[in-house]
């Protein structure tokens, strides 16, 4: 059986001695992969990612995800070979058309030209071929490289999306796809579907595009308490996530009463319209053995790894201690 891929995902809303904190006890409690959301007016992932650099030596590490509109391929080529060089060789690029970009007023036209064309531009550029490239979106005068010499000449790139079609161009270019703001195995078992098809297609096998799913993760010995405390993370953005993903139907009305509530700036109150059984399929919940046994299941319907977002806990260092000595033994037992 594959080994399953643990993952962390955190914020970028903490100080750099929170970021050392956490990359210290994520490699010492076996994670695989500590990845820094992108998100829009949250510190650029780069800073956080630089910081646990610097107090880690084994954990993979990037940003999930990087956009292609409000930075340019070049500067995302150029964070990309930083963030290797710094930590030697454990660097990983992570890409998706953004979110929330028209509150900067920023248009998103021709996404998916838009994402391939990144990742060939990117790759030129850390190859230091000197080609230049004549993309639709994207231009690069012949002659122009970098003027300093990656470590790698191509990095571990991860897309970011719910969507087939960007999943078909994932199937081509990239080496994961992660599914964010879902704990739902019917999503990984879907999206493994359209890679896996889309992979053949595309001259490469299958096995060689992996599916990670992500999302709210409370872990706390009282299960009630970490339940509650993710349904109100979950209804922050519930009435998004849910639309788009194809494998579930909810209530309009219950999508509107939430985002009633959350627009009031009760999410208790919003929170506590989900069901637990919606709660699961968008984020893990409980205790450490219902939060193990959630990613168990969303193992055996296809994801290659599972990425425990924030909060993590009731406590965040509390919660990640937490996943590490008590979740992650349960799930990498069902692998022996």
Not at 54 to 63: C, D, E, M, Q, S
Not at 101 to 126: C, I, K, S
Not at 242 to 267: K, W
Not at 289 to 295: D, I
Request: glycine share 10%; proline share 7%.
């Amino acid at each position: 059986m594959t080994r399953r891929l643990i993952g962390l995902g955190v914020q970028s809303d903490k100080s750099a001695a929170e970021y050392a904190a956490i990359a210290e006890l994520a490699e010492e409690r076996g994670f695989d992969v500590l990845s820094v959301f992108g998100d829009l007016m949250y510190q650029p992932p780069l800073f956080p990612l630089l910081v646990a650099a610097h107090h880690t030596t084994r954990i993979a590490l990037g940003p999930a995800c990087l956009n292609p509109y409000t930075t340019h391929p070049a500067e995302i080529a150029g964070q990309a070979a930083a963030l290797d060089l710094a930590s030697g060789g454990r660097a990983y690029l992570g890409l998706a058309r953004g979110t929330w970009l028209d509150q900067v007023g920023v248009p998103q036209a021709r996404p998916l030209r838009r994402l391939r064309e990144t990742v060939e531009v990117v790759n030129l550029l850390l190859g230091r071929d000197p080609a230049g490239y004549a993309g639709q979106e994207v231009t690069v005068a012949p002659g122009t490289t970098l003027r300093y010499a990656p470590l790698r000449p191509r990095l571990p790139l991860l897309i970011g999306t719910w969507g087939r079609r960007t999943a078909e161009l994932a199937a081509a270019v990239a080496d994961e796809v992660k599914v964010g703001g879902s704990a739902n195995p019917a999503m990984a078992t879907t999206m493994r579907g359209w890679l896996d098809a889309a992979a053949v297609a595309a001259g490469r096998a299958p096995a060689d595009v992996g599916v990670a799913l992500g999302a709210v993760t409370v872990v706390d010995e009282d299960g009630p308490a970490a339940r509650a405390l993710a349904r109100t993370e979950v209804a922050m953005y519930l009435a998004v996530v849910a639309e788009l993903d194809p494998t579930v139907q909810i209530e309009p009305d219950l999508l509107a009463r939430v985002q009633e509530h959350v627009t009031r700036g009760d999410h208790a109150a919003a929170g506590a319209l989900i069901s637990g059984d919606l709660l699961d399929l968008f984020a893990f919940s409980g205790t450490p053995r219902q939060v193990a046994e959630q990613a168990e299941a969303v193992f055996a319907a296809g994801a290659s790894r599972v990425e425990f977002g924030t909060p993590h806990g009731v406590t965040p260092m509390r919660g990640i201690d937490l996943i590490g000595r008590r979740v992650l033994p349960l799930v990498r037992a069902r692998t022996r």
